[in-house]
T-cell receptor, first 115, second 118 residues
Framework: AQSVAQPEDQVNVAEGNPLTVKCTYSVSGNPYLFWYVQYPNRGLQFLLKYITGDNLVKGSYGFEAEFNKSQTSFHLKKPSALVSDSALYFCAVRGRGSTLGRLYFGRGTQLTVWP | GAVVSQHPSWVICKSGTSVKIECRSLDFQATTMFWYRQFPKQSLMLMATSNEGSKATYEQGVEKDKFLINHASLTLSTLTVTSAHPEDSSFYIC??????????????FGPGTRLLVL
């Protein structure tokens, strides 16, 4: 079975400080991993993905994530948080053998960046 | 690039009426589209997966006769909520996936449709 865990419902960080939003996954075989961001009353915006290659993936708006196979983690990071980064963040996983391309989402982490 | 639109962005309807929501991929061809439902402060719940030209695959517990999905072309999928009731009120989000080029394997999401059934 495929699943994603985002252990923190809420992450609070001061503007200018580094931020980390945690994600661990469970999937058979090698995964495709994704991060999305959702602003209020909006759909999800794609931030970045890991498919293969370099474990450190860089994405939109200065975000990056590191794939750690041994820890089955894909934590989202940013060196310096902005107030405008405040939003709901979703981690998602898809198994490579999935013919339908279904994504399994975590429950989301609300990031609040304080000025 | 990779823009997905949804129409309408919000709709209010009377109980018993049907509502159609459109999902379009604007700058790529979507071989697969997905429909999700999201409740306040919760994650996305996959309702169904549709491939162009074939019947949609519904998730367990989703009534296919109530939530009709049509994926008529590589850029358009529609979700029709038939005989809507207040419990159908929710935020509906579609996504589209292309298997070609650098966008492969990534789902791109529409902005969502807020449905309120009175």
């Amino acid at each position: 079975a495929q699943s994603v865990a985002q252990p923190e419902d809420q992450v609070n960080v001061a503007e200018g400080n580094p931020l980390t939003v945690k994600c661990t996954y469970s999937v058979s075989g090698n995964p495709y991993l994704f991060w999305y961001v959702q602003y209020p009353n909006r759909g999800l915006q794609f931030l970045l993905k890991y498919i293969t290659g370099d474990n450190l993936v860089k994405g939109s708006y200065g975000f990056e994530a590191e794939f750690n196979k041994s820890q089955t983690s894909f934590h989202l990071k940013k060196p310096s948080a902005l107030v405008s980064d405040s939003a709901l963040y979703f981690c998602a996983v898809r198994g490579r053998g999935s013919t339908l391309g279904r994504l399994y989402f975590g429950r989301g982490t609300q990031l609040t960046v304080w000025p | 690039g990779a823009v997905v639109s949804q129409h309408p962005s919000w709709v209010i309807c009377k109980s018993g009426t049907s509502v159609k929501i459109e999902c379009r991929s604007l700058d790529f061809q979507a071989t697969t589209m997905f429909w999700y439902r999201q409740f306040p402060k919760q994650s996305l719940m996959l309702m169904a997966t549709s491939n162009e030209g074939s019947k949609a695959t519904y998730e367990q517990g989703v009534e296919k006769d109530k939530f009709l999905i049509n994926h008529a072309s590589l850029t358009l999928s529609t979700l029709t909520v038939t005989s809507a009731h207040p419990e159908d009120s929710s935020f509906y989000i579609c996504s589209a996936q292309s298997t070609s080029g650098g966008r492969g394997e990534t789902q791109y999401f529409g902005p969502g449709t807020r449905l309120l059934v009175l």
